[in-house]
């Protein structure tokens, strides 16, 4: 007999203290998940910029050295004083380069220059594209067409084999022996709901009983 159906001394509810237990006391076991986990953190190693490696590092000098590559590398003027504020220069600093007026303008002449060869040369890539591209397109034009040709010729049964008038024959004309059954009358197949009287008991009787 079944015990569902009979109530209990502790009746279950639903909880932190579920089952028949809560009356005599909280269970002490917990989940490994409800465990405190990452209690330290993860602190930074040489090489992984550090505080100190920030201090010493000077970083304007090199994300201005990284532009100047990428630009350098696009083909594009770069204009220092548009993106960085400009530090006080002094005509007396040994150290800094005060550009004049001249080696302005022929810092433009050289970009124009650069700039008329750059456009010539894109001109030309295009020139040879399209010609390309033309060229292309006639090619598959004359193939289609040859293969629309053969296919035509070949359509055409009296080009394929021109001199084939005669009537093929059959690999039996010449046999000796030939159409010998023409001449003997086959028996119906009849059926008899009898198993005495019918053809296959006959035949029976007639090959083994004779």
Known sequence: MTTAAR????????????G????????????????ASHTTLKPRKDGQDT????????LREELEDRERRHFSSKGARREIEDRIVPRSVDADDADVDVQSDDS?????????????????????LRKEKAEQKEREEQEKQE???KAKEEQLLRGNPLLNNPTSFSVKRRWDDDVVFKNQ????????????NDTIRNDFHRKFLQKYMK
């Open 51 to 58: 505080q100190d490696e920030l201090q010493r590092r000077n």
């Open 7 to 18: 109530p209990t001394w502790a009746p279950a509810k639903g909880g932190n203290e579920q």
């Open 20 to 35: 028949g237990t809560r009356i005599f006391g909280p269970s002490q076991k917990y989940s490994s998940r409800d465990i």
């Open 104 to 124: 302005e303008e022929d810092e433009d002449d050289d970009d124009g220059d650069d700039e008329e060869a750059l456009l010539a040369e894109l001109e030309r």
């Open 143 to 145: 193939e289609e067409l």
């Open 181 to 192: 059954a023409r001449g003997e009358t086959k028996t119906p197949k009849r059926f008899i």
